[in-house]
């Protein structure tokens, strides 16, 4: 275990005897085991049936005593400690829910926030280096858990925590905060986490019943209200809808956050955009228009319609559900592609299926049967009468860079990060392999037409914003080494002919890791790739974090500032830019 999570790590090895090393079983003890689970499984059943009724009635004949709570909150508390201390040990962690290999290297949280703080220029010279255009905030989102897992845990499991440099007035500030969510502040009352994952939680038939039995509890008991407040952690990344800002994740409404005077980041609350009653998630990769203002987005679900289209406009107001019919099973829908005219779904091959959770096996799983295809809907259908679908073999998009339409509009054009190993993603998240590929559907001959743009791997890739949704030549993509460190930035030409149309690098220092770019325009008069890259960079030989801006336009991305943050900014996800013009507004 290196340096920088040491200090982190071992806290819940002392706790938690599930982390220890796992003996070999014997056929004779994996037999015991098997007798064991279907006796415990006949006896859990019956017991969740009678206490769930004892607890929803004791709750209503009781719930004006303020005693009953703690009771049932010590009881609930006690069933989850058996369950990670006891449950999780027969069942051996796979890597991709251990936290002891999820929460390694830069991945493991920091342990508070950090109120606006000023900042150190230390590349260039002074704030003259740092470009006008800068002027505003840089926001990046990412998994950050409140608590010590004390079980089985995913990378995406952790709290919305979100990481912020502002540059104002010829200076740098650094602030992070916590999306205080449901989840967020149910949690911090109580003192540790209680709401389940679908990514981990399930893992093992025994540990898998008790905790759906106690989550069960919990929501009958009133002490968790998922169908009210919803669940999500807002962990995933930053939009701009409508002119306010939002944190997003796909399980759960966005949250809308707020840039403070004093550069400090403030959760206003859970929006639904007058979607109302039924309107309980959408995704985390929106797209905005940015001529018109609107921004397209969808849901998907695990229940019938599976996956369901629709628009907010520019006043911040959502418009009629599309509901995508041709889809007949339950699918993860991450993220799309919008054009001109049309939006772009890729019908992959990870789905839903909730009865995995009897098996003791997260609902969420990679069907390997399951033919991989591409759909194009008009942008403003009233329905999914005219969608045309394409099989698309093998193509199963990890994040959509940008779409367009060629041939007066029967060729759609994706640029995209294609998981060439997608049995991967929920077994062993740091060894998908992702790279960059133009995928053609050509809409009357419903062929599709794929080409490499790199043969390295590549993934959360950005371009300038100004040309989303139209043809673009430019795309600025971080590049990923196993297990999952981004050691560099390419810059595509998606212009040339070739499986290679790198034509300009940074690779970064030894030791250092970066994360996902975003473009911000020098010019907007100016030509597409005459701007800044910006992100953040860790030094684990250092141990320090910084906020770096490269140069778009030049063969090295040359780096034109730095500023150097007042703590470690863990690697994570999705960010945004928003000028200080648009703040104001």
């Known amino acids: 275990m290196d340096a920088l999570s040491s200090s982190f790590l071992p806290k819940y090895s002392q706790s938690n005897t599930s982390f220890a090393a796992t003996p070999k079983i014997s056929r004779r003890t994996n037999i015991i085991r098997s007798h064991s689970f279907t006796i415990f499984d006949d006896h859990l059943s019956k017991l969740i049936s009678k206490t769930a009724e004892k607890i929803k009635f004791k709750f209503l004949m009781n719930k004006t005593k303020p005693n009953n709570v703690p009771f049932l909150t010590t009881l609930f508390k006690s069933i989850d400690d058996f369950t990670c201390n006891s449950l999780d040990s027969l069942s051996p962690l796979p890597p991709s829910i251990d936290p002891h290999h999820v929460l390694s290297g830069n991945y493991a949280p920091v342990d508070h926030e950090l109120p606006p703080t000023a900042c150190e220029v230390v590349e260039g010279e002074g704030f003259s280096n740092i470009p006008r255009c800068l002027n505003g905030v840089y926001l990046r989102n990412g998994p950050n ?3 010590l897992p004390r079980g089985p845990h995913h990378l995406l499991d952790g709290d919305g925590m979100i990481q912020m440099v502002r540059i104002s007035d010829g200076g740098a500030t650094f602030c992070r905060r916590y999306i205080k969510t449901y989840k967020y502040l149910t949690e911090r009352d109580l003192g540790y986490a209680i709401i389940p994952s679908v990514l981990s939680s399930f893992n093992g038939g025994m540990a898998s019943m008790a905790r759906a039995f106690v989550a069960a509890a919990r929501v ?8 009210v407040n919803g669940f999500g952690t807002a962990n995933l990344s930053v939009a701009l809808i409508a002119g306010k800002l939002y944190a997003l994740t796909e399980s759960d409404l966005p949250y809308e956050i707020q840039v403070t005077p004093d550069g400090d980041i403030a959760t206003l609350g859970r929006r639904d955009f007058g979607g109302g009653r039924g309107f309980l998630n959408m995704t985390a990769h929106p797209k905005v228009d940015p001529d018109t203002g609107e921004t397209f987005a969808f849901r998907y679900s695990g229940v019938a319609p599976f996956l369901t289209f629709f628009r907010i406009d520019s006043d911040g107001r959502k418009q009629a559900n599309v509901a995508i019919h041709a889809v007949k099973t339950a699918t993860v829908f991450h993220d799309f592609a919008v054009t001109e005219n049309y939006a772009v ?4 091959q990870m789905v839903i299926t909730p009865a ?8 969420v799983r990679v069907d390997g049967g399951k033919i991989p295809r591409i759909g194009v809907i008009e942008k403003y259908a009233k329905d999914d009468g005219g969608m045309v679908w394409v099989d698309a073999p093998g193509v199963n998009i990890s994040h959509a860079v940008n779409a367009w339409e060629e041939d007066g509009g029967d060729t759609v054009v994706v640029v995209a990060a294609n998981n060439e190993r997608i049995e991967m993603v929920f077994e062993r998240l740091d060894l998908v392999e992702t790279r960059m590929e133009e995928i053609r559907v050509c809409l009357k001959t419903k062929k599709v037409q794929r080409r490499l743009l790199s043969h390295q791997f590549l993934d959360l890739a950005a371009i300038n914003p100004a040309f989303l949704g139209r043809k673009n030549r430019y795309v600025y993509s971080p590049v990923v080494e196993m297990p999952m460190k981004i050691v560099g930035l390419v810059k595509l030409d998606v212009s040339l ?7 300009g690098t940074r690779m970064y220092e030894p030791g250092c890791t970066g994360g996902e770019p975003f473009f911000v325009a020098n010019n907007l008069a ?8 910006i992100t953040y960079v860790y030094d684990e030989i250092s141990q320090e974090s910084k906020f770096l801006v490269m140069d778009a336009k030049s063969p090295t991305l040359e780096i034109v500032a730095a500023v150097k943050l007042p703590g470690r900014v863990p690697d994570g996800i999705h960010g945004l830019f928003v000028t200080e013009n648009c703040l104001s507004q």
Request: charge should be negative.
């Open 220 to 227: 009958l008991a009133g002490e968790f209200k998922p169908a």
């Open 145 to 147: 858990p409140q608590f």
């Open 526 to 533: 100016g030509d597409e790739d005459d701007g800044f890259l």
């Open 356 to 363: 995995e959770i009897l098996r003791g096996r997260r609902p």
């Open 497 to 503: 002919h070739s499986d290679d149309c790198v034509v």
């Open 345 to 348: 779904f890729n019908e992959g």
